[in-house]
């Protein structure tokens, strides 16, 4: 029966040459890991993938809130054909921008994924290694997202990993016991689940065809901020030899890593609201309570748990005691953390500066001038970029150049997409939003065509697919040698450039550079002001 079946569908491929197109093939022999055999396959473009391989046991029943541990070895061939189910987190509707078909959820998630070239490296050439951590606030987020596949840059000769790790309450809960159980320390699970993924990658990536001495972190938002973490961090020494950090940083006082005590506290306030009386009780509940109860509080995810993140990462760069490897970091021209709320008019925009920045509003205003309703949206949409996004990418590059002696390299998105005529969005206006947070991701991967996976949204131009392809090609260059390109300078402090992708191109000074130290002094958000993400 099963042999007549695969006849059946060999002669239906044969008679159909588009299901001949996408039928997938073995990826070779089996490769050997630390654990065990993993057998990939071929897609129709000579791609080798990998989906769903085990970096660490599943951190599950006693493993919750606990240390990323060795997978078992197995026998016989771990089938990677499939991806693994993301770490259990609140799920997404199906009229966001960023929809991506919902998938399976799981506390067993600790899996990456591996996209290489079609053919094996040259002879002692191995190619240099990417690895995405995702986005996400700490709180969501895939390494199987469309977004963030590995398809387009494998193509251009490189191998793309991309590492799961746990989020929300189940990622990032520090608590009284679990500093107990870690003789000192608790949090930042997530962040050792990475660690764990990158060492995994300096054991098994030369099997795949990956230079253990030649590997590059990658991400944005949380990730980039995760990898500003990494970068200080003293046990991820050795792990990356370059970083790209794509919106989003943990320097400065914005994203800054709470205090072990802070922290603990706030996981005794989740344990109250479940009502439990312990945490291992906490461990025997339901991981959707879990989520459900912590969503509406506030917690800071990232701890100073004197481990993973020993000191604020702020004073390791002030010290010099970073990971001091080149960096590409950059943000978009339109995200924001922070809101200045409904600008309608030049009034509405000086008073909402006024309330926002008390100490330092004159200077702003003198800054960033509006004389027009229409130059006063666009002064706000800078203010609120440059007091989040701008002003943390810049807190970063300064701390690296002032001890670090590997050279930063840094960039400013401006192109807003081709929005599909008619299109709408629950959490996204493209008359509005420009270029947004997360906008610049799937030209540095390749993935623009995800954007359409579902429903189309976007009429990618020929120019979209240019940009596309020159963003890929600077972030090879960078993996493989430290160096995006001859025409990009390297950053100084003393004249701050950045490169621009976007319709134009070339090197432009970085916006507002030296008026971002008037953007640190804000008073707390209003409820119009809240903190958010847009993308």
Not at 431 to 437: D, F, L
């Amino acid at each position: 029966m099963i042999l007549r079946l695969c006849a059946a569908l060999g002669a239906l491929a044969m008679a159909s040459p588009a299901l001949a197109q996408v039928v997938e093939r073995p990826a070779g022999d089996p490769v050997h890991g630390d654990a065990g055999l993993i057998a990939g396959k071929t897609l129709p473009s000579g791609i080798r993938e990998w989906l769903g391989v085990p970096f660490a046991a599943p951190p599950v029943r006693d493993l919750r809130w606990r240390d990323p541990q060795p997978h078992a070895a197995w026998l016989g061939v771990w089938n990677a054909d499939r991806p693994a189910p993301e770490c259990i987190q609140p799920l997404r509707g199906r009229s966001i921008n960023h929809y991506f078909g919902e998938e399976a959820t799981s506390e067993d998630c600790l899996y990456l994924n591996i996209w290489a070239p079609e053919a094996p490296p040259p002879s002692g050439k191995p190619y240099p290694v990417i690895a995405w951590i995702y986005g996400g606030g700490f709180n969501v987020g895939s390494a199987s997202m469309a977004n963030y596949a590995g398809e387009a840059l494998a193509g251009k000769g490189a191998i793309y990993v991309s590492i799961a790790y746990r989020v929300g309450p189940l990622g990032f809960l520090a608590h009284p016991d679990l500093t107990k159980e870690g003789q000192g320390h608790s949090g930042n699970y997530g962040l050792k689940d990475q660690i764990a993924a990158l060492r995994w990658v300096q054991r098994n990536i030369a099997a795949f065809g990956g230079d253990p001495t030649n590997v590059t972190i990658a991400g944005q938002s949380a990730g980039s901020m995760s990898i500003s973490l990494l970068q200080a961090s003293p046990a991820a020494r050795g792990l990356f030899h370059r970083v790209v950090g794509m919106s989003g940083s943990a320097l400065g006082e914005l994203m800054a890593p709470a205090p072990l005590a802070d922290a603990e506290a706030e996981g005794v306030a989740l344990q109250q609201a479940l009502g439990a009386s312990s945490i291992e009780s906490m461990r025997d509940m339901p991981a959707d309570r879990l989520i459900a109860l912590a969503a509406p509080m506030k917690r800071r995810p990232v701890v100073i748990d004197g481990q993973v993140v020993a000191e604020a990462p702020q004073a390791a760069f002030a010290a010099g005691r970073q990971n001091d490897v080149p960096m590409m970091i950059g943000f978009t021209q339109d995200e924001y953390f922070r809101s200045l709320g409904p600008i309608a008019s030049v009034a509405d925009y000086e008073a909402a500066v006024r309330l926002a920045f008390p100490k330092t509003a004159t200077q702003l205003l003198r800054a960033y001038p509006a004389q027009t309703a229409e130059e006063a949206q666009r002064a706000a949409r800078d203010v609120e970029r440059d007091s989040t996004l701008g002003l943390q990418m810049a807190e970063w590059a300064k701390a690296q150049s002032s001890k670090g002696k590997a050279p930063l390299y840094a960039y400013f998105f401006t192109r807003t997409h081709p929005y599909r005529p008619g299109v709408t969005f629950a959490d996204h206006d493209p008359a509005t939003v420009g270029a947004y947070h997360t906008a610049d991701v799937p030209y540095w991967l390749g993935t623009l065509d995800s954007l359409n996976l579902f429903r189309s949204t976007r009429d990618w131009t020929a120019m979209d697919r240019s940009l596309s392809a020159d963003m890929m090609d600077r972030l090879i260059a960078f993996a493989r040698n430290g160096n995006p390109g001859t025409d990009w300078p390297a950053w100084k402090a003393t004249t701050p450039k950045l490169h621009v992708f976007g319709e134009t191109g070339g090197m432009i000074d970085w916006p507002h550079f030296r008026d971002l130290p008037l953007l640190k002094d804000a008073a707390p958000a209003t409820p119009t002001q809240r903190p958010r993400i847009r993308d």
